[in-house]
């Protein structure tokens, strides 16, 4: 499959890889947090790559912008729900600030692109003028 666009985007590869330190650092939790804080942290980290995987299929300059934007969200609700992690006693001080230096550069990394989005979006469809994604900073 030749299809990439996302993919290439440094905002989608740094949310994938604080996607997975999350799942990995999920295992150690009890398991009576199994549907509780374990689903919720997930669930959040998931739901970033989830948006802006989304919002780039989108095309319209509008729909993109506001799943960039949902995706920073996620990025906080992945940072309160690690601090209930520590808070909880399930991950110590170091792994707190680690994950909630992942979650900084990657709240970070879509203000680029939304920037990008707003310089080129003059029009409401910007099916015309998709991203080329190598070109990207974000």
Not at 10 to 35: G, N, Q, V
Not at 66 to 92: P, Q
Request: net charge positive.
């Amino acid at each position: 499959m030749e299809y990439k666009g996302y993919k290439e985007l440094k905002c989608y590869m740094e949310a994938r890889l604080l996607r997975k330190f999350i799942s990995t650092l999920t295992k150690k939790f009890p398991s009576h947090e199994r549907f509780l804080l374990i689903a919720q942290i997930i669930d959040s980290s998931i739901s970033l790559t989830r948006n802006m995987a989304e919002g780039y299929g989108r095309y319209t300059y509008s729909d993109t912008r506001n799943f960039f934007i949902m995706a920073r969200g996620s990025v906080t609700e992945t940072i309160g729900n690690l601090t209930t992690a520590f808070d909880e006693s399930y991950i110590t001080l170091d792994e707190l600030t680690e994950g909630e230096q992942k979650c900084e550069s990657v709240f970070k990394l879509p203000n680029g692109y939304i920037s990008y989005l707003d310089r080129s979006g003059t029009s409401k469809d910007t099916t015309s003028k998709a991203p080329n994604s190598k070109s990207q900073k974000s």
